[in-house]
Every structure is written in C-alpha cells, then in structure tokens.
C-alpha cells in the first residue's frame, strides 16, 4: 500500500533516521526527496541494487508484490534486518547463504494492535504529518472509478462528501 510506505518514511525521518526510499516509479524520486529522504534507489534497476550492497542496517518492506529478494539481502550490512509488513502472497525465494553470509535477518510483522495503531497516530498528529491524498467530490466518484481503473491514481484517491 502506497500509504503505508510513505508514512513509514515520514514516521523515520521524523525519528531522526536516515532513509532511502526504494521505488519502482522513477518519476518519484524528486517527490521522495522532497520528504526527506536522503537517497533513492530504482528497485528496477538491478545495477543500482548492486551498487547498495553492504549499506542498510535495516530494510522495510510494505510491498505486496514478489521482489528479487537475495538482492534486498545483498543491500544489508552485516547483522542487518530486512523486516516485511506488506502481504506478499507468494512464498519468498531466499538464498539461505545470503543471511549466513552476513548474519541477516528477515522478520515481518502484521499491522499493529489497537494501542500500537493509536501510538503511531498519536506520534503523527505531535509531528503533523498528514496523509498524501488525491481529493475527487463524491459527486466525481464515477471519474474517481475511471482515474483508479486506468492506473492514474499517484496515491489514495479520496471521496469528500
């Protein structure tokens, strides 16, 4: 969920980490930037992944789709976490070597308890962070379907009475 990811990069910046943000839209990355990130890599663009190599202490990931996920391992320094929140349906391909290699770890964790949920909108409403929404009037919900459908929406589309 495009949501979950940038609240997760506003959440760390907020706390005082340095993040780079991973897209597969490379028309992103100025947006990205803009909201703090320190870095931005092209997860399409396995070069990019290479030159990573050895970098993070610890990868997010809120994806649901299935990623080359020895070249996420390959990104983690030594001791490093890839940690998954995102549902991805399929079973993950990983290389037992690449956690050995490095002592890696992966964990994942589903979406939080009730008290957890009302910490992180707590900590977002003392850092007034506010969710990236494109607005349609409910009168607009049919151009809202058709924007959705035609794979136009850039973030959550949002219907306002």
């Not at 990130?37 to 993070?56: H, M, W, Y």
């Not at 990868?59 to 995102?86: E, F, K, M, Q």
């Amino acid at each position: 969920c495009e949501r979950k990811r940038l609240f997760t990069l506003v959440f760390d910046i907020c706390r005082g980490c340095k993040v780079t943000a991973f897209t597969s839209s490379a028309n992103k990355k100025d947006e990205l930037i803009a909201m703090g990130a320190t870095n931005v890599i092209s997860s399409r663009d396995p070069e990019a992944l290479k030159a990573a190599a050895g970098q993070f202490d610890f990868i997010i990931s809120t994806v649901n789709v299935t990623l080359d996920w020895a070249a996420y391992l390959n990104c983690l320094a030594p001791r490093g976490r890839l940690h998954i929140v995102g549902a991805v349906l399929e079973p993950l391909q990983i290389p037992a070597f690449g956690l050995q290699s490095g002592q890696r770890q992966i964990s994942a964790s589903p979406v939080g308890s009730p008290a957890t949920i009302k910490e992180m909108l707590d900590f977002a409403v003392r850092h007034n962070i506010q969710p990236t929404v494109e607005e349609f009037d409910m009168n607009d919900a049919n151009k809202a379907m058709q924007h959705l459908e035609a794979g136009k929406a850039h973030y959550r589309i949002v219907l306002k009475a």
